[in-house]
Nanobody
Framework: VQLQASGGGSVQAGGSLRLSCAVSGGTFNYNAVGWYRQAPGKQREWVALITSDDVTQYADSVQGRFSASREAAKNVVHLQMNSLKPEDTAVYYC?????????WGQGTLVTVSS
């Protein structure tokens, strides 16, 4: 199983970015795909997830600003990030939860300037 995140970049505060996570390989479908982030000098934190049934959950810090979605046919998961703040600056990772194992993709850097 491989996950590849993309879509990071640099934006000004208040701007938007859409991250994508392409999932490939594996015999079974995932239970959920989660998004995590790690800011410089800080621990990795959970941001959001979307299940195979399209149920979404969000961390309080991004609730109302971030939105996760899926393109099931393409096996791609998106994280739409609006009203970005400087504190959203981090490397963002997607992770596939298959129940018996988790698979992490490489990170994509998001930089939000004030």
């Amino acid at each position: 199983v491989q996950l590849q995140a993309s879509g990071g970049g640099s934006v000004q505060a208040g701007g938007s970015l859409r991250l994508s996570c392409a999932v490939s390989g594996g015999t079974f479908n995932y239970n959920a795909v989660g998004w995590y982030r790690q800011a410089p000098g800080k621990q990795r934190e959970w941001v959001a997830l979307i299940t195979s049934d399209d149920v979404t959950q969000y961390a309080d810090s991004v609730q109302g600003r971030f939105s996760a979605s899926r393109e099931a046919a393409k096996n791609v998961v998106h994280l739409q990030m609006n009203s970005l703040k400087p504190e959203d600056t981090a490397v963002y990772y997607c992770v596939g939860d298959y129940g018996h194992a988790q698979y992490w993709g490489q990170g994509t850097l998001v930089t939000v300037s004030s």
